[in-house]
């Protein structure tokens, strides 16, 4: 029952399909995925498989023809009926100026 639900997002969120390349902090493997989503404090993805709560990831996010680079930690996960793959939320941790500005201006183009 969804009355109960209260939304937590301090941010609007804009689809946005877009490349996605992701490591697990520790690990040596990058993984490649497509955006479903994103706001000034995070982003939602598909992964392989299930990335544990509070996780530390690192990725790579094309907009506007730029590579933006930023670390954050896996917020939720919803596991895909019937399948071994995730929708998982990711809320940026470390987004440095620059790249926060980017994002910004691209998120302003979408108002």
């Known amino acids: 029952m969804l009355s109960n639900f209260k939304e937590k997002r301090n941010f ?3 689809g946005l399909r877009t490349p996605v ?3 697990i902090r520790g690990q040596p493997q990058f993984d490649n995925t497509i955006s479903n989503d994103i706001s000034l404090g ?4 598909t992964s392989n498989g299930f990335i544990p709560l509070q996780t530390p990831v690192m990725l790579e996010v094309n907009i506007l023809s730029k590579v933006l680079k930023a670390i954050g ?3 939720w996960a919803q596991p895909i009926p ?3 793959r995730n929708v998982m ?3 940026f941790v470390e987004l440095p100026h620059e790249e926060r500005a980017v994002l910004s201006n691209y998120l302003n183009t979408k108002l």
């Open 12 to 14: 609007t969120r804009f």
């Open 21 to 23: 390349r992701y490591q």
């Open 42 to 45: 995070g982003i939602s993805f």
């Open 73 to 75: 930690k896996i917020a």
């Open 82 to 84: 019937h399948s071994y």
């Open 89 to 91: 939320g990711l809320e």
